[in-house]
């Protein structure tokens, strides 16, 4: 069974930081392309960054360019995400995904994950 379990979310003031980390089980951790995606209130889920199964090419999305930072530990099967200079809209629930499709690409849609975690809140106050 695959498990995905995000961590390290809570509660921060806007300029500060925190560190998420998404512990995966049950797969081959080195074959997944990995994501972040967040979903504030009453909006949508969005892509947030991406790192790809071999060479570790990563993307993200303009709003979190040279703020955040997505990288892999494949001895820990964990992925994470370093979110620095928060802003009060990053405020939203943020989800790790796994895609098995061992594409060359970062992945940015969300329909061609595989698997999901449960979530964890970040509230960036003002």
């Known amino acids: 069974q695959v498990r995905l379990v995000e961590s390290g979310g809570g509660l921060v003031q806007a300029g500060g930081s925190l560190r998420l980390s998404c512990a995966a089980s049950?797969?081959?951790?080195?074959?997944?392309?990995m994501g972040w995606f967040r979903q504030a209130p009453g909006k949508e889920r969005n892509f947030v960054a991406a790192?790809?199964?071999?060479?570790?090419?990563?993307y993200y999305e303009d709003s979190v360019e040279g703020r955040f930072t997505i990288s892999r530990d494949n001895t820990k099967a964990t992925v994470y995400l370093q979110m620095n200079s928060l802003k009060p809209e990053d405020t939203a629930v943020y989800y790790c995904?796994?895609?098995?499709?061992?594409?060359?690409?970062?992945?940015?849609?969300?329909?061609?994950?595989?698997?999901w975690g449960q979530g964890t809140q970040v509230t960036v106050s003002t």
């Open positions: 995904a796994a895609d098995l499709g061992r594409r060359t690409r970062p992945v940015v849609d969300a329909n061609e994950y595989d698997y």
């Open positions: 049950g797969l081959t951790f080195n074959t997944y392309s």
């Open positions: 790192i790809t199964w071999s060479v570790g090419r990563t």
